[in-house]
């Protein structure tokens, strides 16, 4: 079993920003990645950024520029910084990660949510 804990989620002026974190616990051979979500009031859920076991990231085009993620691979945490926040990224932002299993099976895991608000 694999654990998330979220943190970092704020209310922030536009223009602001914000910086989350995300620490992984738990058994596992092998991280295969680890990413952000976010899911905003009526909407389905939608992948922000992403970072594989290599290092190489995905972002969505709506936060390219604006967005980075990093991890820390000796504290199996990964973080994602935001800047140049806007209304539209409003959301509960969720972690996932995919491990490898002992049994060679990929498991993905979600946090249970930070929210992130930006208002002025």
């Known amino acids: 079993q694999v654990q998330l804990v979220e943190s970092g989620g704020d209310l922030v002026q536009p223009g602001g920003s914000l910086r989350l974190s995300c620490a992984a616990s738990?058994?596992?051979?092998?991280?295969?990645?680890m990413g952000w979500y976010r899911q905003a009031p009526g909407t389905q859920r939608e992948m922000v950024a992403v970072?594989?076991?290599?290092?190489?990231?995905a972002y969505a085009d709506s936060v390219k520029s604006r967005f980075t993620i990093s991890r820390d691979y000796a504290k199996n945490t990964v973080y994602l910084q935001m800047t140049s926040l806007q209304p539209e990224d409003t959301a509960v932002y969720y972690c996932?990660?995919?491990?490898?299993?002992?049994?060679?099976?990929?498991?993905?895991?979600w946090g249970k949510g930070t929210l992130v608000t930006v208002s002025s």
């Open positions: 996932q990660i995919v491990v490898r299993t002992y049994q060679r099976n990929d498991m993905t895991y």
């Open positions: 738990g058994s596992w051979n092998r991280i295969m990645s």
């Open positions: 970072i594989a076991s290599g290092g190489g990231t």
